[in-house]
């Protein structure tokens, strides 16, 4: 099955051609950041644009990249939601015309369904059930999954995502946007004890997470500390290694309490925060006390791909969820089990 994937729900393009999901043929990106980086965050409008420019000659490329011709193509797999209406629109509609003019199918993939497919690019026998943090820019969702393609979400973050936090901090201590990058690297000279940040809902009882309380612990630090820039400056790693160590124990804590009270066998951890080197040292070392398995993509298939789309589409296509042509973006969609193909409209359903 040779799949063409599509992502296009926020600020990169993403193509990729797949052979059976898991060989990637090509894989290709054009990332906006430069071009959002002046405005200090992803501007919908600009998005749109630059994906309309550049969608198309990304999917030629990729396709004579991965040495196969278009009518090779099996499948045609798109991120449809969450994500920038605008955005999705451009993927969703070069998806729409493609499958139609080549005549094979068109699978509507959820966004995290994706980030939770890159794990399984790399580790095709996932042991069930297992649990899944998606951590990135726009979520911190903590899933049960009894078998692949099957979610139960058990707690989200009830303010900003870990990547957002992230992002944010990194943008107090005047670094551009994506701040994660640049806190995992500031944190690696600096030392987690120097200063304390708080660990919001830690201990709270149920599976939801909260972060912007660090925001504020940031604030009240940088405002303590004055404006001399020697010391400002000098201070970077061990405010970077402290912020980042209380997200990570936060995500740590949950995650692998999670592991235990639904006795799950395996753990993914996936998204672009997933990228972080600390978080991946922690649960790795977590899941090995529990002796359960642990499954992180790697840095590269983290963060947004069309990889990781076109392996979720494998996976529809394996359960014939297929999507009509008549499938429109969904800028809120959901992660659920009734996620499907319904027979009777024809359409793709999220009831
Ligand atoms: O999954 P992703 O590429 O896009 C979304 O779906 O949001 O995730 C982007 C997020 C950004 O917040 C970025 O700062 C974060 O992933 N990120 C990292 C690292 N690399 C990317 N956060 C921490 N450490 C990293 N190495
Ligand atoms: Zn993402």
């Known amino acids: 099955m040779i799949i063409l994937g599509i992502e296009t ?9 797949t052979q059976d999901g898991r060989t990637i043929l090509s ?41 196969k011709s278009y009518g090779e193509l099996n499948a045609i797999a798109v991120t449809v939601g969450p994500g920038l209406v605008g955005a999705l629109l451009v993927g969703v509609s070069i998806a729409k015309s493609l499958a139609y003019s080549l005549k094979i199918p068109l ?24 649990i899944a943090l998606v951590v990135s820019g726009g979520h911190t969702n ?57 660990r919001p809902y830690r201990s709270s009882l149920n599976f939801d997470f909260s972060f912007s309380g660090l925001k504020t612990s940031l604030m009240h630090t940088l405002l303590k500390m004055g ?20 997200i990570v124990d936060i995500l ?34 977590a899941a090995n006390n529990l002796g359960v398995a642990m499954y992180i993509p790697s840095s590269r298939l983290c963060t947004d791909n069309g990889a990781m789309i076109a392996m ?22 959901e992660l659920k089990n009734e996620f499907s193909f319904n027979p009777l409209t024809g359409s793709m359903s999220n009831l």
């Open 227 to 246: 404006t001399a820039p020697e010391e400002y400056l000098s201070a970077h790693p061990d405010i970077a290694a402290g912020y980042q160590a209380a």
């Open 9 to 17: 729900s926020c600020d990169e393009t993403a193509v990729a051609v």
């Open 312 to 333: 979720a589409g494998k996976l529809h296509l394996e359960e014939n969820h297929f999507a009509s042509l008549d499938l429109n973006p969904r800028p809120n969609l």
């Open 107 to 130: 699978l509507g993939i959820h966004h995290l369904e994706g980030h939770i497919s890159a794990a399984f690019i790399e580790n095709p026998d996932v042991i069930f059930p297992s």
């Open 27 to 67: 894989d290709l990106l054009s990332s906006q950041v430069d071009l959002h980086r002046k405005y200090g965050g992803v501007v919908p409008e600009v998005a749109c644009r630059r994906h309309i420019e550049v969608v198309g000659p990304l999917i030629r490329q990729a396709v004579e990249k991965s040495g």
């Open 252 to 285: 740590v804590e949950k995650t692998f309490n999670a592991v235990k009270y639904e006795n799950a066998r395996s753990v993914m951890l996936v998204g672009g925060v997933a990228a972080n080197s600390l978080l991946r040292k922690r649960f790795i070392s």
């Open 142 to 198: 903590l899933y049960y999954m009894p078998q692949k393609g099957r979610y139960r979400l058990l707690g989200k973050t009830i303010d900003d995502a870990a990547g957002e936090i992230l992002d944010k901090g990194a943008r107090m201590l005047g670094y551009p946007y994506p701040g994660g990058p640049v806190i995992d690297r500031l944190a690696q000279k600096g030392d987690p004890e120097r200063i304390p940040f708080p």
